[in-house]
């Protein structure tokens, strides 16, 4: 991928446990169930070496679209976590606090971003070769393959055809063959970034502005929820064993 036009990359997000918070603050860490654009965008900056501070690097990361399929729906789980020994709001002594963590469980997406193709070659490169260790939200929730597979950049494609025809990002041969004897089969939820005039687009506030120290920022995107059939041609490829 070497020219400067639209096209995509596809990236495979597999992890036993995943964390994509929108509104985690205080003792409840929340998780969608799917991967949000900050965190999509924080994941890239650290493969590309950006630094939190860095708003410029990361205005260029989010500008890319982003679209996710939804290869496996994961299970929602929940910790708790204690902290010993926090200081009280009147400074008079300390106390324990409890806090929910949410997480998902054994999910599967398809992450697709389009956008200018040269930036997209810089992305595949540090993806392959990352500056600093890449998680799923949180630093111990670590991919369990590679995110890159073999012909996974896309000159002149848009990411919505990148949905509808990758193939299946699912491993397993039992669930593959279960699924192609399947005569009807249940399509691939698919969430899409879209014009905010689009029918039925939801509001998502998760667009970074800012990662820095001194207080992070966001703004609001639009997405769109759908789905794509999961075709005999998605199942049957091998390109999802190279990874």
């Not at 896309?154 to 491993?171: I, K, M, N, T």
């Not at 014009?195 to 966001?218: I, M, T, W």
């Amino acid at each position: 991928m070497t020219g400067d036009g639209v096209a995509s990359l596809a990236l495979c997000f597999d992890g036993p446990m995943q964390s994509w918070g929108i509104r985690s603050r205080g003792i409840i860490r929340d998780t969608m169930t799917e991967p949000t654009k900050s965190g999509v965008v924080g994941l890239l900056a650290a493969a590309l070496g950006v630094d939190r501070e860095d708003d410029a690097g990361l205005a260029e990361l989010a500008r890319l679209r982003l679209a996710v399929r939804v290869d496996r729906e994961g299970t929602m789980e929940r910790d708790y976590h204690v902290t010993q020994n926090v200081p009280t709001t009147q400074g008079t002594g300390h106390r324990n606090v409890v806090s929910e963590r949410y997480y998902l469980a054994d999910a599967l997406f398809l992450v697709v971003l389009e956008g200018d193709g040269r930036l997209l070659a810089r992305v595949a490169e540090a993806v392959r070769r990352p500056r600093w260790r890449l998680c799923f939200g949180r630093k111990s929730y670590l991919p369990a393959r590679p995110l890159l597979a073999p012909g996974a950049q896309a000159e002149g494609r848009s990411s919505g055809e990148v949905l509808a025809d990758h193939p299946w990002l699912e491993p397993s041969a039992r669930l593959r063959g279960r699924m192609r004897a399947r005569a009807e089969r249940q399509g691939l939820r698919t969430v899409v970034e879209c014009p905010p005039d689009r029918l039925g687009a939801e509001v998502r506030h998760d667009q970074p502005l800012s990662f820095s120290r001194a207080g992070r920022r966001f703004v609001s995107r639009m997405v769109l929820t759908g789905e794509v059939p999961l075709t005999d041609g998605m199942i049957t490829a091998e390109d999802v064993l190279c990874f």
